[in-house]
């Protein structure tokens, strides 16, 4: 109604409606495509495979520091474990005083054996998840890859 005081005519009106309809549905329309430029796929699929050799990099850096810790811990649990070898074997006391000094001194030495074990484990078992990761990123980036080449266009 308020076009109508403007227009005298009430087939301009319709005419005027239909056409900004008509417009406004054609912006919507170009707007809504799913459908995407081969090249922008390519560019796009390029770009994730960037950001995934970014991170494959990434983990690579925590799996060497991973093992550079693993070999430290390593060393540590063999050098644990052979001290508590050889002092588990004798008790060299007179008193039964001594001996039990030692008894306790061993069992504390073999509590820190556990820990030193238990770590090493850990530290393994987080080696082994980088692992698994770097490789799951791998086979995404290898897969990208593939879909790049299927996308491009065959020069001639």
């Known amino acids: 109604l308020v076009f109508a005081f403007k227009y005298?005519?009430?087939?301009?009106?319709?005419?005027?409606?239909i056409l900004s309809a008509a417009l406004t549905a054609l912006l919507f329309s170009g707007c809504a495509t799913t459908s995407k430029n081969p090249e922008l796929q390519r560019l796009e699929a390029r770009r994730e495979v960037l950001e995934?050799?970014?991170?494959?990099?990434?983990?690579?850096?925590?799996?060497?520091?991973e093992k550079a810790n693993n070999a430290e811990l390593t060393k540590d649990v063999k050098a644990l474990n052979t001290k508590a070898n050889k002092q588990t074997d004798?008790?060299?006391?007179?008193?039964?005083?001594?001996?039990?000094?030692?008894a306790k001194e061993t069992a504390k030495l073999l509590?820190?054996?556990?820990?030193?074990?238990?770590?090493?484990?850990?530290?393994?078992?987080?080696?082994?998840?980088?692992?698994?990761?770097?490789?799951k990123v791998q086979a995404k980036i290898n897969n990208l890859s593939k879909q790049i080449e299927f996308v491009e266009k065959p020069k001639s």
Not at 8 to 17: I, Y
Not at 122 to 134: C, G, L, M, R, T
């Open 52 to 65: 995934l050799g970014t991170k494959r990099n990434q983990l690579r850096i925590d799996l060497e520091k």
């Open 90 to 102: 004798r008790f060299s006391a007179s008193t039964p005083a001594e001996t039990a000094n030692q």
């Open 8 to 17: 005298e005519n009430t087939n301009t009106l319709m005419k005027n409606f």
């Open 111 to 135: 509590k820190d054996v556990e820990k030193a074990n238990k770590k090493l484990e850990e530290s393994n078992k987080k080696a082994e998840k980088i692992q698994k990761d770097i490789d």
